[in-house]
């Protein structure tokens, strides 16, 4: 494979990207006849030009699997092929054998593709001819029906068939700009319509005018036609056909609502549509809401509860409003979960772009990830997919080493770059790890000097090259690649997740591997916790993190040169004071404070966990509740050692501690 072809599949990669969201989104929209049959062409497009690009580049395998594709498409644009569940499957399924054999390299062996290219073509040869076709025929002029291509008599059919009505326009335009007023007409019809077809022409007698005849179809009366479009000079407009009654169905619209933005008095019509839109903003406001009303029947329980007696009658309320609480608790964690979708998507996007990289840059590298199976805010998961990329495809680049230069090392010839998603505290973090050259702060030194960020004889120490590799602008290679080189990798990834308020950390080791990690805050989130004060200031602990609370014992304190110690079941713990890790002023007492036993896990850069216990002191220990973590905006990675914050039961605000993060102070 050549340069030339490994640059067009990283084209075609990104090409595929956009089909795959775009029949996401004509899974949402299929109930809408107009939206589908914009979804359609588009992918239609998208995977013409994908097969124009393969067989230009002498990549056959991709050029015979979007072919295929292509046909199936063209046959749901011309309506011999239903968009049902199946169909939208198989589109899924031939979009990941394109990404598949993009990375996988695997262009001559058609044998694996055999199934698909069956089904495809069972799918796209199945004759589905519209029983509206022969009505639609008889009422208008023939001339217009003989005109139109077979997509436009489907789409016209659609058309009528949701309760359009059918117009004919007529104008003409200057030849020295008629393309400019064309589209300016085109875009007042598309606001209100679809335009079914476009016939230019030019008349003997005025060469210098072109005229226009457009087949146009809205669900308007003509006043409404023609006073949308009175700016306009020299246009006439006259009904073609008028619009069919929505209760009669065609055959390509079974099993989905005809379209959204109608009211129907047949449920039967909408009997298939399952899927609804929603913005994020609304279903925050909806969990909002949620959490206001179980806080306020939480306190308003709480002191209805407080005089009651032991007997049958008050112990079955005490009941009641325990299921009342925990049925709030479940709705409000099912709502939140309306906002989760697995990553597993985007940590798959980030290995297709690994190996398309890889590919174009002649290395050997397996690729691993771990951590499908984790599910993250639906924001946060569109904010980094582009960051994470970019941090594979510079571990591809920068990091992993080519093949001779790795063997002088005494490594092995295949780099290793791990893709690991996790979580911790309701925080979800992302990792790149590679086991390349990893960063040298020699070579750092070297470029900034080049690029006059330092003077000569300058020499970096690790801190500062870490820092430096997210200046905008920097870079450490002297020419520009298919992947990287032009100094806007970092800084962009860094941008991108701190306005969602996360951080980018980076740990390396010269010759041994870097890794670059995405830590991400909770946007909403329930979460049992320990409520604690400091300072006359309420705080919250992750409840995971707690092993046990007591009061102060001063006979469990010894004394050691490094300062007092906790001996619980004869173990010397470390003793921490909240006091000091938060900057407060010191207790001016110990008597009546608390004492929390914390198990805390310690992460080692090769991403093994080893675990601590400490003893951590605080003024006082509240209760332990349930509580909704929200996070703190686009600065909140500023906020070091804090994971969110929440409500409490008495209306003030707490944040919620990073308990594990502020002991590496």
């Not at 890889?358 to 639906?378: N, P």
């Not at 690649?481 to 032009?486: A, L, Y």
Request: proline share 3%; charged share 25%; aromatic share 4%.
């Amino acid at each position: 494979m050549n340069q030339s072809q490994r640059l067009v599949l990283s084209e075609i990669e990104e090409r595929v990207e956009r089909i795959f969201a775009v029949v996401e989104e004509l899974r949402v929209s299929r109930g809408n006849a107009k939206s589908r049959r914009e979804l359609v062409d588009s992918v239609f497009r998208a995977v013409h030009s994908v097969k124009g690009s393969a067989s230009a580049s002498g990549l056959d395998t991709l050029a015979k699997i979007a072919h295929e594709f292509e046909s199936l498409l063209q046959s749901l644009r011309l309506g011999r092929a239903r968009l049902d569940e199946e169909v939208l499957q198989t589109l899924e399924t031939a979009a990941q054998a394109l990404l598949d054999t993009c990375g996988a390299g695997d262009f001559e062996n058609q044998r694996s593709h055999d199934a698909l290219f069956a089904r495809l073509q069972q799918l796209s040869t199945t004759d589905r001819k519209s029983a509206d076709s022969e009505t639609i025929l008889q009422s208008m002029p023939s001339d217009i029906w003989q005109s139109l291509g077979q997509s436009e008599k489907h789409s016209l059919e659609e058309s009528i068939h949701e309760g359009a009505h059918l117009y004919l326009i007529a104008t003409n335009f200057d030849i020295s700009d008629f393309d400019q007023q064309f589209q300016r007409l085109k875009d007042k019809l598309l606001e209100t319509g679809e335009v079914i077809s476009t016939s230019p022409s030019v008349d003997s007698e005025h060469p210098q005018k072109i005229n226009f005849r457009i087949l146009f179809a809205r669900d308007a009366n003509l006043e409404q036609v023609r006073a949308t479009l009175e700016e306009i000079p020299d246009l006439s407009v006259s009904e073609v056909l008028a619009s069919r009654p929505p209760t009669l169905k065609t055959s390509t619209d079974e099993g989905f609502p005809l379209n959204n933005n109608r009211s129907f008095n047949n449920p039967s019509e909408v009997e298939g549509s399952n899927l609804i839109r929603i913005t994020l903003e609304d279903l925050d406001h909806l969990i909002s809401s949620a959490h206001k009303l179980f806080h306020k029947t939480s306190t308003c329980l709480d002191l209805a509860l407080e005089n009651l007696s032991d007997n049958p009658i008050d112990k079955e309320l005490q009941s009641d409003a325990a299921e009342i609480c925990n049925s709030f608790i479940e709705l409000a964690a099912e709502i939140i979960n309306l906002r989760m979708v697995p990553i597993e998507r985007i940590l798959q996007r980030a290995l297709r772009s690994g190996r398309v990289a890889a590919g174009a840059a002649g290395k050997e590298i397996d690729f691993v990830v771990t951590g499908r199976d984790v599910l993250i805010d639906k924001a946060l998961g569109d904010a980094i997919a582009d960051p994470l990329i970019q941090l594979v495809r510079n571990a591809v680049d920068h990091g992993i080493e080519s093949a001779t230069e790795r063997s002088l090392t005494a490594k092995s010839e295949r780099g290793s770059i791990l893709i690991e998603a996790s979580t911790r505290l309701g925080q979800i973090s992302v990792r790149v790890v590679d086991d390349g050259r990893g960063i040298d702060p020699a070579v750092i030194s070297k470029a900034a000097i080049r690029l006059a960020v330092t003077t000569e004889g300058s020499l970096l120490d690790m801190q500062q090259s870490l820092r430096l590799i997210f200046r905008p602008g920097f870079s450490t290679a002297t020419s520009v690649s298919g992947i990287s080189g032009r100094g806007v990798g970092l800084d962009v990834v860094e941008t991108a997740v701190e306005q969602v308020g996360g951080e980018v950390v980076v740990d390396s080791s010269p010759g041994v591997g870097s890794t670059f990690g995405i830590r991400l805050p909770v946007t909403f989130g329930l979460q049992q916790v320990v409520h604690i004060s400091c300072a006359n200031q309420p705080y919250l602990l992750d409840k995971t993190l707690i092993v046990s609370c007591r009061d102060i014992d001063d006979r469990e304190f010894e004394a050691t040169e490094s300062g007092k110690v906790l001996r619980v079941d004869d173990e010397l713990l470390p003793l921490v004071d909240l006091h000091q890790l938060l900057g407060r002023p010191p207790a001016e007492s110990e008597r009546g404070r608390g004492l929390l036993v914390c198990q805390i896990a310690r992460e080692a850069s090769d991403g093994t966990n080893s675990f601590e216990r400490i003893g951590l002191l605080v003024d006082a220990i509240k209760e332990t509740q349930q509580v909704l973590v929200r996070n703190l905006g686009s600065r909140g990675a500023r906020w070091f050692g804090v994971a969110g914050a929440a409500e409490l039961r008495d209306g003030r605000v707490a944040l919620l501690l990073d308990l594990p993060r502020l002991l590496t102070l």
